[in-house]
């Protein structure tokens, strides 16, 4: 039996390949950049040259080799959370090294993280902000009594709240996009994270930060829109 309360009617909105970035088609058939994509576009300067610099240090290849295993083991891990939230079976990891690490992180999850999330309205959820942007959603509902936009990340280590601004950004942009389409009211935003040592942790965005973190979501955006203008144009 799922666990999912069908509150809204979610649609899936098309996805493509654009140069290597994800967009998504618009209800007017236009393609926006991904939320992801404008944010991975839009990073500071020294948060590129941070990541250039531990390629360089550990080597290209090793690189993407742990590339790879944090987006395989957090792909088995969303994939359980979601799986138990329909009702079906979830503890269906293989049985390898990452299969073994991705089942203790998602028991973390679930013992930890999942308990204060009251109702579960969709999962995956696409989104769009017509002629703007668009996502998908891991988690709408609500969470600790509070309607909420919420995300499941898993980390190699854990992380400390100044690390992961772009991931408020992608929760807001997200109930941005949820409140015009659904005329809600969305003001929450939560992360919940686990780590390879099975530690976990919730941040949370409340209601009063919400503004906040929707002008600086805002001033990427408009970063993103004027270089893409700009290159089109020859600027």
Not at 126 to 149: P, Q, R
């Amino acid at each position: 039996m799922t666990l999912i309360k069908d509150k809204y009617s979610y649609v899936q909105h098309q996805r493509k390949e654009i140069d290597g970035n994800r967009f998504y088609l618009d209800s007017n058939g236009n393609p926006v950049a991904s939320v992801t994509t404008i944010l991975a576009e839009t990073k500071p300067p020294e948060s590129k040259e941070q990541l250039e610099n531990w390629k360089r240090r550990v080597g290209h290849e090793e690189a993407n080799r742990i590339t790879k295993q944090s987006t395989d083991i957090g792909t088995m891990v969303h994939e359980a959370v979601e799986a138990f939230y329909h009702g079906h079976e979830w503890d269906t990891f293989p049985d390898t090294d990452d299969g073994r690490v991705a089942r203790k992180m998602t028991q973390t999850m679930m013992d930890h993280c999942l308990p204060k999330i009251n109702e579960v309205w969709g999962l995956e959820v696409s989104l769009v902000m017509d002629d703007f942007y668009a996502g998908t959603a891991d988690c709408i509902g609500i969470y600790n009594n509070k309607e909420s936009i919420i995300d499941f990340k898993t980390s190699r280590k854990m992380k400390k709240k100044e690390w992961i601004e772009d991931y408020f950004l992608q929760c807001v942009a997200y109930a941005n996009a949820h409140n015009k389409a659904f005329n809600t009211n969305i003001k929450q935003l939560v992360v919940l994270m686990v780590d390879r040592l099975y530690l976990h942790k919730v941040f949370v965005i409340p209601e009063d930060e919400f503004e906040l973190y929707t002008q600086k979501w805002r001033i990427r955006l408009s970063n993103y829109l004027n270089m893409k203008f700009k290159e089109k144009n020859g600027g």
